[in-house]
């Protein structure tokens, strides 16, 4: 009976985090996390700032809680996309994809990741980017690997220079989806532009 009502308890609560997270994101859509107030995210979400703060005892809080819930679902989507793709390259391209359509469907994202990489604090918020772009380089580097080791790349395959490509790719599609104002844009040119770094590695036939 006492496991049963913790459980009771703790449901109502994760569930608000959650809400709360999802809310700071969509704020983050237009505006900046450094400009988002606990009163912007207690009005989201409808509830006091003081309801909001027995949730979570900071701002800091709330943010640190927004990027862990970003490190696990983009990481489970891009691996959980790695492991559909019949051969490496082909998983290559549905990590792609699957970055591309989580963005799009959560516009808020790169502009949380971009505003703590560019705070000069080495922060706990900005260890948690570092520690998803950690994870995103390995899955990525170990499927270069198999993609070499298949020679469905070339040998001679600098692969740490292609890893960064990749990520650097994505980030340029969002860069200028963000400038011109529309998220969805980033699908227009998204896979003729991975078509172009495909072609630069592959082995020559």
Not at 23 to 46: C, M, N, Q, W
Not at 65 to 90: C, F, H, K
Request: hydrophobic share 45%; proline share 4%; net charge neutral.
């Amino acid at each position: 009976m006492q496991i049963t009502s913790v459980r009771l308890t703790r449901q109502p609560t994760e569930a608000r985090q959650v809400e709360i997270v999802l809310a700071a994101l969509r704020l983050a859509k237009d505006d900046s996390p450094a400009f988002i107030t606990t009163t912007h995210l207690a009005e989201a979400v409808g509830v006091s700032q003081g309801a909001l703060f027995k949730h979570f005892e900071s701002k800091e809080a709330i943010w640190l809680a927004v990027l862990s819930w970003v490190s696990e679902n983009l990481l489970r989507t891009l691996q959980e996309a790695a492991e559909q793709g019949a051969t490496p390259t082909e998983s290559l391209r549905r990590v792609y994809e699957a970055h591309v359509n989580f963005v799009v469907a959560h516009p808020g994202v790169p502009r949380v990741i971009f505003h703590e990489l560019q705070q000069p604090d080495d922060s706990p918020l900005k260890k948690q980017v570092r520690s998803l772009m950690l994870a995103y380089r390995r899955l990525l580097s170990g499927l270069l690997a198999l993609a070499v080791q298949r020679k469905e790349l070339t040998a001679d395959l600098d692969q740490s220079a292609a890893a960064t490509l990749f990520m650097g790719i994505v980030q340029g599609l969002v860069m200028q989806s963000m400038l011109g104002g529309d998220m969805a844009n980033m699908k227009t040119q998204a896979d003729a532009i991975f078509e172009i770094y495909l072609r630069g590695m592959r082995t020559p036939s």
